[in-house]
């Protein structure tokens, strides 16, 4: 079996989940982390020092990424990835083509928003949805008070509308170090992965945490959106011993969850429902809907969106084609009704 060194190892996040599955792997091997992804060639760290190995092939889980623990052997004049652990949360959104897992083994997720033109509650309720539905927790980060507009409404407006257990932060500008809020978050042995638009100060966050110096551009004018600096996620080690993961800015954001797994990032709909009149309620027009007067109107118009994202995902195809038909059906006797009553 291959020789832990807690202390070390700990310093880049393993844990004891970890421990059982070594018996299996090979034992001889050299047990790292991901820190970065680029086809198959990877960089890893085992609390050491980072090195450079390849990966053979895909297997049934698909290629390592970052945050995954693996066991690399040396052959051939370089170190080849052989086993990958099973992670304890996988950190995926959904795609055209299936899931698509961002990250491993996270703790937390950092989820920032500007304060400027970036500030869009319901893409944060999005991301809320995302990260739940792997089993990380969520902490909401506003960025950027210095060039914000109605800074404080804003903040209010977010606070009134998602619940009050989430925690929100504000940050003043990263580049002059106040992180001093995220202490709770960046213990040793625990891993954050940065997720937001283009922009938003990702990467400027991740230098004045780890002390690193990573590329970072500013935003365009007129909308405040980012030019994509980062074009990789990576993962780097602050000083205190916790990792955190940079990530690009992700354009598409669907949860890759279902009915259940969305209701946990809207638990103040989920429970208002229980008392509607009507079990089958949409809160729309029923009488007796508990739900409707009491939560923010567009936070109930993005929970519907996104039940109907869910819904739709896990349809199949022939259920998608039978759903079209049927609104086209009721799109056609709705155009035939209007024109009945114009001719009358």
Not at 80 to 99: E, K, N, Q, V, Y
Request: hydrophobic letters at 40%; a positive charge.
């Amino acid at each position: 079996m291959i020789d832990i060194d807690f202390p070390t190892l700990q310093g880049i996040g393993f844990k004891q989940h970890f421990v059982s599955q070594l018996a299996a792997a090979a034992p001889h091997g050299r047990l790292a982390r991901v820190t970065s992804v680029q086809r198959d060639a990877l960089t890893l760290d085992d609390g050491r020092a980072a090195f450079p190995a390849r990966s053979p092939r895909f297997d049934a889980r698909g290629q390592p990424v970052v945050g995954d623990w693996v066991v690399a052997t040396h052959s051939l004049g370089d170190w080849w990835i052989g086993d990958t652990l099973d992670a304890f949360s996988r950190l995926s959104r959904r795609t055209p083509s299936g899931s698509q897992v961002l990250a491993s083994n996270v703790d937390t997720a950092l989820l920032l928003m500007g304060l400027d033109q970036d500030f869009n509650p319901r893409r944060m309720e999005r991301y809320i949805a995302l990260v739940r539905a792997c089993g990380v927790e969520p902490v909401m980060v506003l960025t950027k008070p210095d060039t914000g507009t109605e800074v404080e409404s804003r903040i209010a407006q977010l606070r009134r509308r998602i619940p009050d257990e989430l925690p929100l932060l504000h940050l003043i500008p990263a580049q002059q170090g106040d992180t001093g809020v995220l202490a709770p978050w960046l213990g040793a042995g625990q891993t954050l992965v940065l997720l937001g638009s283009s922009g938003v100060g990702k990467s400027t966050l991740t230098n004045a945490l780890s002390g690193s110096a990573q590329a970072t551009g500013g935003t365009r004018h007129g909308d405040d959106r980012g030019r994509h600096t980062t074009t990789a996620r990576s993962l780097h080690r602050c000083p205190g011993g916790a990792c955190i993961i940079d990530t690009p800015g992700l354009r598409a954001w669907q949860p890759d969850t279902d009915e259940d797994g969305l209701a946990l990032s809207f638990e103040d709909i989920a429970a208002l429902a229980q008392q509607c009149q009507f079990r089958d309620c949409r809160h729309a027009s029923e009488p007796g809907c508990a739900v409707r007067d009491v939560v923010d109107a567009d936070r109930l118009q993005n929970y519907r969106k996104l039940l109907r994202e869910v819904r739709r995902a896990e349809q199949t195809a022939l259920e998608r084609i039978a759903e079209r038909g049927k609104w086209k059906v009721l799109m056609k006797a709705a155009k035939q009704r209007g024109q009945n009553k114009r001719g009358g």
